[in-house]
């Protein structure tokens, strides 16, 4: 069973430009997170999918969207980037099912601005 | 508001000695509970989990943890650690939500060094 996809593994974008990371889930699971990594603030929590509606919102501007596509596929994108974004961007996903339920996280997408 | 706390940033043991990882958690109920571990420019892997029955759960590579409600702990352990153990680890928790995960709550993590 593949695990969860995420491209590109590596990006270097330029202050100002936008950019748009991409994660596949696990066959089956419909429910897909974000998180941003950094050794400053940890890992922090971007937003939650699930059939396509966003279930939950973390504390970022809005600069940062995502979207849930129909085959539970998800891709955020990062609007007006600042150097302050550069960090590991996370993706997890999860079978919600009661009292047994994990996050499976991908390998992540390693953003550098400059 | 949710915190978890995992006071040791970093920690160096010998290889074949025991280890420990602390962690302390503040939720109004008891939540989910989880370990993970992230090697060097990788993704986190679920090292062991806390839903409910037995305080004290069995993982992946001979770690083990025990749940203790009256002081808001989950605390890892490995009886001897090997040098392949040396990563980041986290400890996470997730609030009660029926049938969905919902957001994962982290720890600041702790580095573990092993000495040869």
């Known amino acids: 069973k593949a695990g969860v996809t995420q491209t590109p593994r590596y990006l270097i974008k330029t202050r100002g430009q936008q950019v748009t990371l991409s994660c596949s889930p696990i066959?089956?699971?419909?429910?897909v997170s974000w998180y941003q990594q950094t050794p400053g603030q940890g890992l922090q929590f971007l937003f939650e999918?699930?059939?396509?509606?966003?279930?939950n919102k973390g504390n970022f501007p809005g600069r940062f969207s995502g979207r849930q596509f129909s085959n539970s596929r998800s891709e955020m994108n990062v609007s007006t980037l600042e150097l302050g974004d550069s960090a590991l961007y996370l993706c997890?996903?999860?079978?919600?099912?009661?009292?047994?339920?994990?996050?499976?996280f991908g390998q992540g997408t390693r953003l550098t601005v400059v | 508001a949710q915190s978890v706390t995992q006071p040791d940033i970093h920690i160096t043991v010998s290889e074949g000695a025991s280890l420990e990882l602390r962690c302390n958690y503040s939720y109004g109920a008891t939540p989910y509970l989880f370990w993970y571990v992230q090697s060097p420019g990788q993704g986190l892997q679920l090292l062991l989990k806390y839903f409910s029955g037995d305080t004290l759960v069995q993982g992946i590579k001979g770690f083990e943890a025990e749940f203790k409600r009256s002081q808001s702990s989950f605390n890892l352990r490995k009886p001897s650690v090997h040098w392949s153990d040396a990563a980041e680890y986290f400890c996470?928790?997730?609030?009660?939500?029926?049938?969905?995960?919902?957001?994962?709550?982290f720890g600041r993590g702790t580095q573990l060094t092993v000495w040869p």
């Open positions: 997890a996903s999860s079978l919600d099912r009661a009292g047994d339920t994990e996050a499976f």
């Open positions: 996470a928790v997730a609030p009660r939500r029926g049938s969905t995960l919902g957001r994962l709550y």
């Open positions: 066959s089956g699971h419909r429910s």
């Open positions: 999918y699930f059939s396509e509606t966003q279930r």
